[in-house]
């Protein structure tokens, strides 16, 4: 089986800080990982993917993602947030043997100016 | 290039009856994942096409059906709509089903069930 956890609801930071948005998983096999992103009354934006090869993964808008093996982890970061970026984001873990997505709960990141 | 497009982009049903939502995909993507948005149980995948056969389904009642057609576009059914299907219902589309395609959602048709 496989899963994936968001365990913020929300995330508040400045503009201009660091930003981060942790997510964990859990699958039988290879990790097939993705970030995207929620705005209001939008389907979802794809940010990035870890498949395989560098643990640090960069993407859309300034986004990258760390994948820690070890940690079972898949965290979204940002170095400088920016009003923008405020949206729902959403982990997922592609299915063992399918290409159906496994969705976490999402967290709302706000960023204030 | 354009997007996946899905018509109508809002809809508002009666419980009882039935509801058809269309989605169009990327050109040149063969495979369309459907999902299901609510507040309550987040996003969850329905079923998955390509080349107009149903790859992949997933927990939902018998009431929730879908297909492909040649041209890669596909349509979900919803009958016997119950105020529970209130939801917003995500195609997505990926050039064919591989762990290294990402897939490319559409925005949704927001299903509202009175």
């Known amino acids: 089986a496989q899963s994936v956890a968001q365990p913020e609801d929300q995330v508040n930071v400045a503009e201009g800080n660091p930003l981060t948005v942790k997510c964990t998983y859990s699958?039988?096999?290879?990790?097939?990982l993705f970030w995207y992103v929620q705005y209001p009354n939008r389907g979802l934006q794809f940010l990035l993917k870890y498949i395989t090869g560098d643990n640090l993964v960069k993407g859309s808008y300034g986004f990258e993602a760390e994948f820690n093996k070890s940690q079972t982890s898949f965290h979204l970061k940002k170095p400088s947030a920016l009003v923008s970026d405020s949206a729902l984001y959403f982990c997922?873990?592609?299915?063992?043997?399918?290409?159906?997505?496994?969705f976490g709960t999402g967290t709302r990141l706000t960023v204030i100016p | 290039k354009a997007g996946v497009t899905q018509t109508p982009r809002y809809l508002i049903k009666t419980r009882g009856q039935q509801v058809t939502l269309s989605c169009s995909p990327i050109s040149g993507h063969r495979s369309v994942s459907w999902y299901q948005q609510t507040p309550g149980q987040g996003l969850q995948f329905l079923f998955e096409?390509?080349?107009?056969?149903?790859?992949n389904k997933g927990n939902f009642p018998g009431r929730f059906s879908g297909r492909q057609f040649s041209n890669s576009r596909s349509e979900m059914n919803v009958s016997t709509l119950e105020l529970g299907d209130s939801a917003l219902y995500l195609c997505?589309?990926?050039?064919?089903?591989?762990?290294?395609?990402?897939?490319?959602f559409g925005p949704g048709t927001r299903l509202t069930v009175l």
């Open positions: 997922a873990v592609r299915g063992t043997g399918a290409n159906n997505l496994f």
């Open positions: 997505a589309s990926s050039l064919e089903p591989s762990v290294y395609n990402e897939q490319f």
């Open positions: 699958v039988s096999g290879n990790p097939y």
């Open positions: 096409y390509f080349s107009e056969t149903q790859r």
